[in-house]
Structure formats: structure tokens, C-alpha cells
């Protein structure tokens, strides 16, 4: 199937760490992505992996992947209220397309 | 800016209409996009073009019409719009087909 499975809600405090999860279905998918949805807004690309590396650190972000179990995960360190949104991720297939997830809000509590 | 922008932001028309979106790129990529999101914010490819050219079109009803007038443009046309059309309609756009997409702002049609 196509089916990319993420939870729908996470809540945090402010200044905690965040870990939002997705599990996936195709293991030819190359690249898997993270993407950032604020209310009324587009999706903003946060951080992509490429499938022969498991795991990418930028800034406050750290993606890792296990390809064995079809699993990615998102860490925010230190997360600020300005980082409550929804996040998708979405693995890549043939000519481009992208399957998303079904999305996680995450709300931060100060 | 660089970006891909789309207009209208919002759309309110009546059933049985026919509307364009129109979708412009100046990030200089070959491949363009139009994404769906219902009300439950599922997200889910309708067209990609890669050159001006169709590559993908996922059994969307042939009321859509995506045109292609240069690889900058990729505008979406729908004729007798229907009530389950309402839905922010996104535009995409990647350098290649294997490369990262870049999304526009959407736009929130709502058809009464």
C-alpha cells in the first residue's frame, strides 16, 4: 500500500524536547521528508534524509531513520511555542510524488 | 522573492462554476505540482508536470485541467465545480523529479 501512519497530536512544555513519529511503506522510497503546516499557511520544508543514511542534524532538528522497521522520527530540542504546528512527513516515489502522512500537531505549553 | 506563489488566496464560488488557479515558480526548477487537502488536512498529489510535460496524474476526475503554458506556470482549471472540490489546492515545484518540493501558500476553495 502507500499508507505513511504518523500519531495526530503531541503536547509538550516549553523548553522540552519534542519527537514526533512516522512510519512508512516503501523501503525504494530515496528520500523521506519533514514538512511544517502553521494555521492557514503552506508547508514549509523543514529537513529531508536521504534512505542510505540514518540520521541528519540541523540546529535544533535531528531526523533518524530505520529502514529495517520503516521508521522516521523528527526531535525538536528546546522547543518554543513558536513551534506548535502540524507536521507531515512524506516519503518520495516515482516521478516525484510525495505520500504524506496524515500529519501530528504538536502544541507547546509554556 | 523567490517562491511560488498562487492566485487567488481564496476562492468562494457556486456549484457548477468553473475557476482557475494559477501557480507561478521563479525558483527556476523543470517540475511543478498540484497537491489536494481536504478538511482533515490529508494531503494528496493530483498532477506533476516536468517540463511542460504530464508525468503524473492520479485518477483525478477529468473536471481538472492542469495547463502548462512554460515551465515557470503550472495552472489548474475546473470545470462544474462540485461541493466535495472545496479544499486548500497547493502548487509545488522541484528542480528535478527526485529533488525537494517547494510549496506555495494554497488556495482555500470553498464551492457553495
Known amino acids: 500500500g502507500e499508507d505513511v501512519e504518523q500519531s495526530l497530536f503531541l503536547s509538550v512544555r516549553e523548553g522540552d524536547s519534542s519527537v514526533i513519529n512516522c512510519t512508512y511503506t516503501?523501503?525504494?522510497?530515496?528520500?523521506l521528508y519533514w514538512y511544517k503546516q502553521e494555521p492557514g499557511a503552506g508547508l514549509q520544508l523543514l529537513t529531508y534524509?536521504?534512505?542510505?543514511?540514518d540520521m541528519k542534524q540541523d540546529q535544533r532538528l535531528t531526523v533518524l531513520l530505520n529502514k529495517k522497521d520503516k521508521h522516521l522520527s523528527l526531535r525538536i530540542a528546546d522547543t518554543q511555542t513558536g513551534d506548535s504546528a502540524i507536521y507531515f512527513c512524506?516519503?518520495?516515489?516515482?516521478?516525484?510524488?510525495?505520500?504524506f502522512g496524515q500529519g501530528t500537531e504538536l502544541s507547546v505549553k509554556p | 522573492d523567490t517562491a511560488v506563489s498562487q492566485t487567488p488566496k481564496y476562492l468562494v464560488t457556486q456549484m457548477g462554476n468553473d475557476k482557475s488557479i494559477k501557480c507561478e515558480q521563479n525558483?527556476?526548477?523543470?517540475?511543478m505540482y498540484w497537491y489536494k487537502q481536504d478538511s482533515k488536512k490529508f494531503l494528496k498529489i493530483m498532477f506533476s508536470y516536468n517540463n511542460k510535460e504530464l508525468i503524473i496524474n492520479e485518477t483525478v476526475p477529468n473536471r481538472f485541467s492542469p495547463k502548462s503554458p512554460d515551465k515557470a506556470h503550472l495552472n489548474l482549471h475546473i470545470n462544474s465545480l462540485e461541493l466535495g472540490d472545496s479544499a486548500v489546492y497547493f502548487c509545488a515545484s522541484s528542480q528535478d523529479i527526485r529533488s525537494e518540493q517547494y510549496f506555495g501558500p494554497g488556495t482555500r476553495l470553498t464551492v457553495t
Open positions: 525558483l527556476g526548477h523543470d517540475t
Open positions: 534524509i536521504f534512505s542510505n543514511m
Open positions: 516503501d523501503s525504494s522510497s530515496t528520500y
Open positions: 512524506a516519503e518520495s516515489k516515482l516521478g516525484g510524488k510525495l505520500i
